[in-house]
């Protein structure tokens, strides 16, 4: 198991990390198992265009919502090395939650963004009879935002805590916005029409159909650049090898895009970069 590679060596993680927040993030897709770094995407430059339709109800940057709140054990983990987190949603009277709806495929999607929005992961993790959600991961020395996106009796609920591990941080500047991402031999262009997001992905010139994910063609995620606002968002629809999706974003700002499509049983993860004026 490996961590991520430092690309700028900041010094020791401490009173400059509520000015700074950056870090770096090393985690597995389902499992929680550390994954090694991939390669920044090449990235082909367009300039930002306005999105009339934008969302005003910011999620993801709080801890209770809806009459519910997520408790958390610890914040704090030991920076590269294997640990669990243990998390519980509990309602109004301080109970755990343990009903559920399934979204997705599952029933709980935990979703974690480095400070500087350069790595994120897509975890699901394990309900234990008390309530306690439960999974494993591996930070490089950083901040982080977690997000617990969950539905029960029907409502949707983003609720966010921030995780730290001490040590040396990693900068990374925000990528400009970007017509087109390559991963893992696919290259992944974004059409963009107000808030109607098409992605389609190319091998070479042929386009490839994503295999379904999570029950759809992708599954798409969205984090505003400082306060790391959340927005989750389902594809609306397909065309040959392109799904389109409606992003409905809390307000103006930068956002970091984090595309999952499955190609050849591999899933692979597309960031785009994405400005709201």
């Known amino acids: 198991m490996r961590e991520l590679p430092p690309v700028v060596r900041l010094g020791l993680f401490g009173a400059g990390l509520a000015a ?4 770096s993030l090393s985690l597995g897709r389902a499992t929680g198992d550390v994954a090694a770094a991939e390669p920044a995407p090449q990235q082909h430059v367009e300039q930002a265009r ?13 801890l209770s919502a809806g009459g519910l709140r997520l408790d958390v054990g610890t914040t704090s ?5 294997a640990t669990t987190l243990d998390f519980r949603i509990l309602d109004g009277d301080g109970v755990p ?4 709806d399934v979204e997705q495929g599952k029933r709980m999607h935990l979703v974690l963004v480095s400070r500087d929005l350069s790595r994120h992961a897509h975890l699901h993790p394990e309900l234990g009879a008390d309530g306690t959600w439960s999974t494993r991961l591996t930070l490089a020395p950083g901040a982080y935002r977690a997000v617990a996106d969950f539905s029960t009796g029907g409502e949707r609920r983003s609720l966010g805590v921030d995780l730290a591990a001490p040590g040396e941080l990693e900068l990374t500047s925000l ?9 893992d031999g696919l290259r992944v262009e974004l059409e963009r029409a107000g808030n109607l997001l098409s992605f389609t992905a190319f091998r070479g010139d042929e386009p490839v159909v994503p295999e379904p994910y999570l029950g759809a063609r992708g599954h798409l995620v969205a984090f505003r650049a400082g306060d790391l606002a959340y927005a989750h968002v389902h594809p609306s629809g397909e065309s040959g090898a392109t799904t389109s ?3 409905e974003l809390p307000g103006a700002g930068r956002y970091r895009l984090f595309l999952e499509l499955q ?3 591999r899933v692979r993860t597309a ?3 994405l400005e709201l004026s």
Not at 20 to 23: A, E, K, P, R, Y
Not at 50 to 62: F, L, R, W
Not at 77 to 81: D, E, G, K, L, R
């Open 175 to 183: 990528p400009a916005p970007a017509s087109s991402v390559t991963v």
């Open 271 to 273: 960031p785009f970069t």
């Open 20 to 23: 700074v927040l950056v870090g």
């Open 245 to 247: 999706y409606v992003a």
């Open 50 to 62: 306005d999105a009339p339709v934008v969302d005003d109800a910011v999620t993801g940057t709080s």
């Open 77 to 81: 983990f030991p920076a590269s090395q």
């Open 97 to 100: 939650v343990t009903d559920f």
């Open 263 to 265: 190609v050849d049983g």
